[in-house]
């Protein structure tokens, strides 16, 4: 059997708050492997995105190990950990974070210049991926004159920039009408389909009912059902 690529051990993340503690995340073990569309689902407050962090080596653990691709990245320093996210996980977002002072493109080309990858290459890179989620007519236009589905889309192109093996995406339907959140979960199928380990974190049951196929987690007071 395959080793997963990412894999949570009794994983924990507690804040404190003087007298007092918070156990956003309390002794989370899950391994998820190559490929697989994985939903974490749960209510506002039920700890989904302290999970999502840790997952994707934003944010370190209080206690257990995290490990990608057999990495123990949670004993690892911010700058080694920077260049390993920076190479391995894509991140959308759902209000988009992308920069208004940007175009499109630019908005793309980004996560490459901390790769250091020429400024011929991002730009080649940049609308190729693009025009993989249908956006070459928007090349040069800036976030503040696209749709919302259309931001998401060049959000969804960003998380590409430097081919990584997973992507993460945090409510990425949430600012969505139906139909344009339909449209991007098809685009997280087609990216699935072309070898990436997608996952998923959202409160929308809708989403999760699409499919039958895909591994589903339930989040519920900081401890995984």
């Given at each position: 059997?395959?080793?997963?690529?990412?894999?949570?051990?009794?994983?924990?993340?507690?804040y404190?708050?003087?007298?007092?503690?918070?156990?956003?995340?309390?002794?989370?073990?899950?391994?998820?492997y190559?490929?697989?569309?994985?939903?974490?689902?749960?209510?506002?407050?039920?700890?989904?995105?302290t999970?999502?962090?840790?997952?994707?080596?934003?944010?370190?653990?209080?206690?257990?190990?995290?490990?990608?691709?057999?990495?123990?990245?949670?004993t690892?320093?911010?700058?080694?950990?920077?260049?390993?996210?920076?190479?391995?996980?894509?991140?959308?977002?759902?209000?988009?974070?992308?920069?208004?002072?940007?175009?499109a493109?630019?908005?793309?080309?980004?996560?490459?210049?901390?790769?250091?990858?020429?400024?011929?290459?991002?730009?080649?890179?940049?609308k190729?991926?693009?025009?993989?989620?249908?956006?070459?007519?928007?090349?040069?236009?800036?976030?503040?004159?696209?749709?919302?589905?259309?931001?998401?889309?060049?959000?969804?192109?960003?998380?590409?920039?430097?081919?990584?093996?997973?992507?993460?995406?945090?409510?990425?339907?949430?600012?969505?009408?139906?139909?344009?959140?339909?449209?991007?979960?098809?685009?997280?199928?087609?990216?699935?389909?072309e070898?990436?380990?997608?996952?998923?974190?959202?409160?929308?049951?809708?989403l999760?009912?699409?499919?039958?196929?895909?591994?589903?987690?339930?989040?519920?007071?900081?401890?995984?059902?």
């Amino acid at each position: 059997m395959k080793n997963p690529i990412i894999s949570l051990k009794n994983v924990w993340k507690i804040y404190d708050m003087g007298d007092s503690k918070i156990y956003a995340n309390s002794d989370i073990s899950l391994d998820i492997y190559e490929n697989e569309v994985v939903f974490i689902i749960g209510k506002s407050g039920s700890g989904k995105s302290t999970l999502l962090n840790m997952i994707g080596s934003l944010d370190y653990p209080s206690r257990g190990k995290i490990f990608l691709d057999g990495i123990n990245i949670s004993t690892l320093k911010e700058s080694d950990l920077a260049q390993i996210r920076g190479k391995k996980i894509g991140f959308v977002f759902q209000s988009f974070n992308l920069i208004n002072s940007m175009t499109a493109l630019e908005n793309v080309m980004l996560p490459m210049t901390f790769q250091e990858i020429p400024r011929e290459e991002k730009i080649l890179r940049g609308k190729k991926i693009l025009a993989k989620v249908d956006m070459t007519h928007r090349l040069n236009n800036l976030p503040t004159e696209l749709s919302g589905g259309e931001r998401q889309r060049v959000a969804v192109a960003r998380s590409l920039a430097n081919d990584p093996e997973v992507i993460i995406a945090d409510e990425p339907t949430g600012n969505l009408d139906t139909k344009t959140g339909k449209m991007i979960m098809n685009l997280f199928d087609k990216i699935n389909k072309e070898g990436k380990t997608v996952i998923i974190v959202t409160h929308d049951l809708d989403l999760v009912k699409r499919t039958s196929e895909h591994k589903i987690y339930n989040l519920v007071d900081g401890k995984l059902k």
